[in-house]
C-alpha cells in the first residue's frame, strides 16, 4: 500500500497546483493522483482561444465535485480581433456566461509588464462591474464565480513597479476584485514588499475578505534550464536561482516560510505536479520550510503557527511511514551546515563606511548566525567625518543614501539601524567606544562583530575598540568583507618572483597558490534565512534610538545642490548594485575588454566601483559573476585582483598616500615657486587648463565624482608630467571629489603616476590627441563651449584651427575659452624627466647595478622596482642605454617556457 503523505487543505493555508494535461482523458487521471495526495485545489491555463474550459471545468467536477477551481481567462487569446474596447465587452462577458459559469474563480490575465491594448484587465472589471450593478437584485441567479487578479511584485525598475502598483489599486478600485494571484520571482524583499502593499492597499479600501494566492516553481534541473534558455515574459529570476536546484530549492523554502506566515495559498505553477516524484520534491521542499528534523516528521503531523497573525497553519500533513530520498539533504546551505547553536544573549552588530550591505557580508552572517538577538549599529566618529582620507565630498553623498537604503532594508526584517554620532574627548579619538559601552549596557550585549577595514586608521579604530572591549569581558568578532583576500594573511618574496615585488602577477599568484579562488557569495536565501530568524534586543525602549539623518553626513550649503546629480547618477542600494552588475554582465563585459578605454562610448565601463567602495556589492558577488558569464573577461576580473594588491600595499607601506614609496623622491622639484604650482593646479582641477580632454574629464568629475579610469589616467599624467605638480595634490583632490574614493586604489595609481610608486607608468598619455574620445562627443558634452567645432582634431585641438573657423563655431581663445596653461608640452616634459634625472643622481644608494629603484621594505631590506628607462642611470649618473642583465633574464624565461 502507497505511505499517506497527504497536503490537508482544510486550514487557513492550503496548497494549489496548475494543472498541465493532453486532453480531458489526462485531466482526470491527473485530478484523481492530486486528489489522492490531499490536493483539492486547481488552476487551469488558458493559452488559446480554443480552449474548452467549460469541458475542463466539468471533467474535473465528475471525478472530484468538491475540488475547488479557478479557470483562467486570458485577455490576450481571447481578444476579438481588430475591435475596441466597446467591441470587446459583450464577447468577452459571454464567454464568462458560457464557459465558466462552472468555476469557482476566474482569473484573469493579461499579460505583464506594459500594455501595449486598451483591452486589460482593468477594462474586463470594469465590465464586469457594470453587469454586477445591472443584476445586482437578481439574487435568484447561482453564485457566479468570484473574480481574481494577478500582481508582480518583482520588477526591477522601481518605475515599473510603481506602474504595476497603480495598476492594482485601479483594479481594486472596481469593487470586484475577491482574490490576488502573485506572480513568481525570486528578490525575496520584493515578495514581502508586495504582500504589505496588497494587504495594506485592500485595508485602505475596506476590502475586509481579500485573499491572496503566491506561485511557486517546482525547481526541477529542467525547469531550470527552461528558463535559462528561454525565460518566460514577467518572470524575473535571480542567477543564483539559476544556478542549480540546490539554491532553487532553498528560495522556494523561503517563499513558502513568507506565504504561511501571511497566510497566504500555495499555488504550484504548471507543469506542476504530475508525478509521484514530483509530488515527493514538494513534499521534501515543505519539510525545509516548516523546518522539522527528519526524526520528528517521521510519522507525525506538524503545526506551523503564524508569528504575525496569531492564527494557525494547522493540519499541513507531511507524514509518511516510508520516505524517498530527500532532495533537502543536498540542499542544505553552507550556513545550516555550519551547525553552530545560536546564543539567546544580544550582539551588537557594528557596520563601516565599507561594508553597507547585508548579502555576503560576513560580520552580518556571523552575528545572525551565533545571535538570535542583534542590534545592528552605525557610528560616525569625527575621523570618519573631518579625516584626511575620511568619507567626505562626494562619496558622504553615496554613503548616506546606502545608509538609508540599508535602513529600509533592515526594517524589512524588523530590525532598526541604530545610529550615533560619536565625540571625543579631550585625550583624543575615542573611536565611538563611549557610545558602543552605553549601547552594551543597555542591551546586555555579549559579543560585539564588525568588518575589518584595512586603512590605517580603520586598523586604528578596530585595535582601540577591540581592546576597550576584551578588557571588558565582551566577545570581539573582527571578519574580512571587504576584499577577494585579507592582505594581513599575504606574504610576499622581496625578491623577483615573476615581477617585481607587490606587483600584479606576483601578487595574483601568490593568492591563487596560497588561497586558492575567492570563496563564492554567500546564497542570498540563506543570509534572508538568517535575517528573518533574528529579532531585536527587548531593551531597545530604553535607547535613545536615531537615524541616518540624524548624522548630518552630507553637508550642502548655498542654493548649489551639488549632491543632486551625483544622487541621480548613482543610485545607493543593494539593489541597485545588483541591478546595475546584471545589466554589465548582460550587455556590457565583452563591451568592456575591447572599448574599456572610451570615454565617449556609454557603457564601455561598468561604472561599480562605488558600490564596490561603500561595500553595496561584495567584490566576491562580482568576481563570481564574472567567472560565472563564460565570457572570461581577463581585465575586468583582474581590477579586482588590482583593489586587493592596493591595500596589501597599503599595509606595508601605510603612509603610501602622502609620502612616496620610493622614499628617495621626496626630494624631487616640481615646478618652481608656490604661486606658479597654485596656479596649474588650480585651472587643472576646475578644467580650465586649456587642453580640452583635461577640461571635460576634470569638469564630469566635479559635476558627478565620476570618470572613466582611461580619463583619471590621462589627467593624472598631465598635471605630473607636463604640468609639474606634485602627485600628492592630485590625490587629495580626487579623494575629495570622486564618488568611488578610496584611498588605498587613489594612492597607488597616483604614486604610480608620479614615478614614486612600485610599478611606475611606462607610458604618457597625450593631452591632445585624445584617443579616449574618437568621436569628440564626450569633450562636446562637458566642454560646450567648443561643441561646435567642424571636427574632433580642432575640438581637442582648437588652437590649431583658423580664426576664421574659430569665429564660426563661436570659438574665441582667451574668452569663451581658456589659452593653454603651457604651450610648449615637450620642453615642460622635458624639465620633468631632468628634474626625475637630478634627484636620482643624488640617491644613488637607491639605485641598483642595472639603474633601477631601490625601495626600502618595513623589515629594513631593499629590493628592486620597476623604473623606466629613461630614468636608468649608472653608478656615475651617466643614462643606461641597454640593460644587459634584462636581456639575459628574458632569454632564460624563453628557455624555460621551451
Same mark, same amino acid.
Given at each position: ?312 497553519? @494547522? &493540519?499541513?500533513?507531511? $507524514? =509518511? ?9 543536498? #540542499?542544505?546551505? %553552507? *550556513? /545550516? ?47 570618519? @567625518? &573631518?579625516?584626511?582620507? $575620511? =568619507? ?9 543614501? #546606502?545608509?538609508? %537604503? *540599508? /535602513? ?69 568578532? /573582527? ?420
Amino acid at each position: 500500500m502507497k505511505p499517506s503523505r497527504t497536503i490537508s487543505t482544510t486550514s487557513s493555508f492550503s496548497t494549489r497546483v496548475e494543472l498541465f494535461f493532453k486532453n480531458p482523458d489526462d485531466l482526470k487521471d491527473r485530478i484523481r493522483f492530486l486528489q489522492s495526495e490531499g490536493i483539492s485545489r486547481f488552476n487551469i491555463v488558458n493559452k488559446d482561444k480554443k480552449d474548452t474550459m467549460n469541458v475542463w471545468i466539468d471533467s474535473i467536477r465528475e471525478v472530484y465535485p468538491e475540488s475547488n477551481i479557478c479557470a483562467h481567462y486570458s485577455l490576450k487569446y481571447n481578444k476579438v480581433p481588430r475591435k475596441g474596447i466597446a467591441e470587446q465587452r459583450d464577447p468577452f462577458l459571454k464567454d464568462l456566461e458560457e464557459d465558466y459559469c462552472n468555476a469557482d474563480e476566474i482569473l484573469l490575465i493579461s499579460g505583464s509588464g506594459k500594455k501595449t491594448t486598451q483591452w486589460n484587465t482593468i477594462e474586463a472589471l470594469k465590465a464586469v462591474q457594470d453587469i454586477k450593478s445591472t443584476s445586482a437584485e437578481s439574487s435568484s441567479k447561482k453564485t457566479k464565480p468570484k473574480i481574481s487578479v494577478a500582481y508582480n511584485p518583482y520588477f526591477p525598475s522601481s518605475s515599473d513597479q510603481e506602474e504595476e502598483n497603480r495598476r492594482l489599486e485601479e483594479k481594486f478600485a472596481t469593487g470586484c476584485v475577491s482574490k490576488i494571484y502573485l506572480q513568481f520571482g525570486t528578490d525575496l524583499n520584493s515578495l514581502k514588499n508586495g504582500i504589505e502593499f496588497c494587504y495594506s492597499k485592500a485595508k485602505e479600501l475596506n476590502y475586509d475578505d481579500i485573499s491572496i494566492a503566491g506561485s511557486l516553481f517546482l525547481p526541477t534541473k529542467q525547469l531550470i534550464a527552461q528558463q535559462k534558455f528561454r525565460p518566460w515574459n514577467g518572470v524575473f529570476l535571480s542567477q543564483e536561482f539559476l544556478s542549480g536546484p540546490e539554491h532553487a530549492t532553498a528560495i522556494v523554502s523561503e517563499m513558502i516560510k513568507i506565504y504561511m506566515k501571511n497566510n497566504i495559498e500555495l499555488l504550484w505553477e504548471a507543469p506542476g505536479i504530475r508525478t509521484e516524484k514530483d509530488m515527493g520534491m514538494v513534499h521534501d521542499i515543505m519539510e525545509r520550510a516548516v523546518g522539522s528534523k527528519d526524526d520528528e516528521i517521521t510519522g507525525n503531523k506538524e503545526t506551523v503557527s503564524s508569528s504575525t497573525t496569531g492564527t494557525s497553519n @494547522s &493540519d499541513i500533513d507531511i $507524514s =509518511a511511514t516510508k520516505r524517498p530520498k530527500l532532495m533537502i539533504n543536498n #540542499a542544505r546551505s %553552507s *550556513l /545550516e551546515k555550519k551547525n553552530i547553536i545560536r546564543s539567546d544573549d544580544p550582539c551588537l552588530l557594528i557596520f563601516g563606511t565599507h561594508d553597507v550591505r547585508l548579502q555576503d557580508n560576513k560580520a552580518v552572517e556571523e552575528a545572525t548566525r551565533r545571535h538570535k538577538i542583534v542590534l545592528p549599529v552605525f557610528l560616525w566618529t569625527k575621523e570618519d @567625518s &573631518d579625516g584626511m582620507w $575620511s =568619507a567626505k565630498g562626494a562619496i558622504a553623498v553615496c554613503l548616506q543614501d #546606502a545608509l538609508y %537604503s *540599508l /535602513e529600509t532594508s533592515l526594517q524589512s526584517f524588523d530590525l532598526h539601524l541604530e545610529c550615533r554620532l560619536c565625540t571625543n574627548t579631550d585625550d583624543g579619538p575615542e573611536h565611538g567606544v563611549t557610545e558602543i559601552r552605553d549601547l552594551i549596557d543597555k542591551v546586555g550585549a555579549k559579543a560585539v562583530f564588525w568588518n575589518k577595514e584595512f586603512t590605517p586608521e580603520g586598523r586604528k579604530r578596530g585595535d582601540f575598540r577591540k581592546d576597550f572591549l576584551i578588557k571588558r569581558g565582551v566577545q570581539v568578532y /573582527e571578519t574580512q568583507s571587504s576584499l577577494l583576500y585579507d592582505p594581513d594573511k599575504i606574504e610576499l618574496s622581496s625578491d623577483f618572483d615573476g615581477g617585481h615585488f607587490a606587483t600584479l602577477m606576483p601578487f595574483l599568484n601568490n593568492c591563487r597558490k596560497n588561497f586558492g579562488p575567492p570563496p563564492r557569495p554567500t546564497p542570498r536565501v540563506d543570509t534572508f534565512r538568517l535575517l528573518e530568524e533574528t529579532s531585536l534586543p527587548t531593551y531597545t525602549d530604553s535607547i535613545s534610538t536615531s537615524t541616518v539623518n540624524d548624522l548630518n553626513i552630507v553637508k550642502v550649503t548655498g542654493n548649489h545642490k551639488w549632491d543632486e546629480p551625483i544622487r541621480k547618477r548613482f543610485p545607493m542600494s543593494e539593489k541597485a548594485a545588483n541591478d546595475a552588475m546584471e545589466v554589465f554582465a548582460r550587455n556590457g563585459m565583452k563591451k568592456y575588454e575591447m572599448e574599456r578605454s572610451r570615454a565617449d562610448q556609454d557603457g564601455a565601463t561598468s561604472q561599480l566601483s562605488p558600490h564596490l567602495r561603500i561595500g553595496t556589492l561584495s567584490p566576491n558577488q562580482l568576481y563570481w559573476r564574472i567567472e560565472d558569464s563564460g565570457l572570461s573577461p581577463k581585465t575586468l576580473a583582474r581590477r579586482l585582483i588590482w583593489r586587493d594588491l592596493a591595500y596589501y600595499q597599503l599595509s606595508v607601506f601605510p603612509d603610501m598616500r602622502t609620502r612616496c614609496i620610493r622614499s628617495h623622491y621626496e626630494d624631487m622639484e616640481w615646478v618652481d615657486g608656490p604661486d606658479e604650482e597654485e596656479r596649474r593646479f588650480h585651472a587643472w582641477k576646475t578644467g580650465m587648463t586649456g587642453f580640452p580632454i583635461v577640461d571635460a574629464g576634470m569638469r564630469e568629475l566635479y559635476a558627478t565624482g565620476w570618470m572613466t579610469q582611461s580619463i583619471r589616467m590621462v589627467v593624472a599624467s598631465f598635471l605630473v608630467e607636463y604640468l609639474r605638480v606634485n602627485w600628492t595634490k592630485g590625490c587629495e583632490w580626487f579623494h575629495y571629489t570622486l564618488v568611488d574614493a578610496d584611498s588605498a586604489i587613489n594612492a597607488m595609481m597616483w604614486q604610480n603616476a608620479g614615478r614614486s610608486g612600485i610599478d611606475q607608468w611606462n607610458f604618457i598619455l597625450s593631452p591632445t590627441t585624445a584617443s579616449q574620445d574618437s568621436t569628440g562627443a564626450y569633450t562636446q558634452r562637458w566642454v560646450p563651449e567648443l561643441a561646435d567645432l567642424p571636427t574632433s582634431a580642432l575640438i581637442h585641438r582648437p588652437w590649431e584651427g583658423s580664426i576664421d573657423v574659430l569665429l564660426q563655431a563661436k570659438v574665441v581663445l582667451g574668452r569663451t575659452y581658456p589659452h593653454r596653461i603651457v604651450t610648449d608640452l615637450k620642453a615642460e616634459r622635458q624639465l620633468s624627466v631632468d628634474s626625475t634625472l637630478s634627484m636620482r643622481r643624488k640617491s644613488q644608494e637607491y639605485n641598483d647595478s642595472r639603474g633601477y629603484d631601490l625601495i626600502q621594505l618595513p623589515n629594513g631590506s631593499k629590493t628592486i622596482v620597476f623604473t623606466k628607462k629613461e630614468y636608468r642611470i649608472n653608478e656615475n649618473g651617466g643614462l643606461l642605454k641597454n640593460d644587459p642583465t634584462s636581456v639575459r633574464r628574458k632569454k632564460t624565461t624563453r628557455r624555460k617556457r621551451k
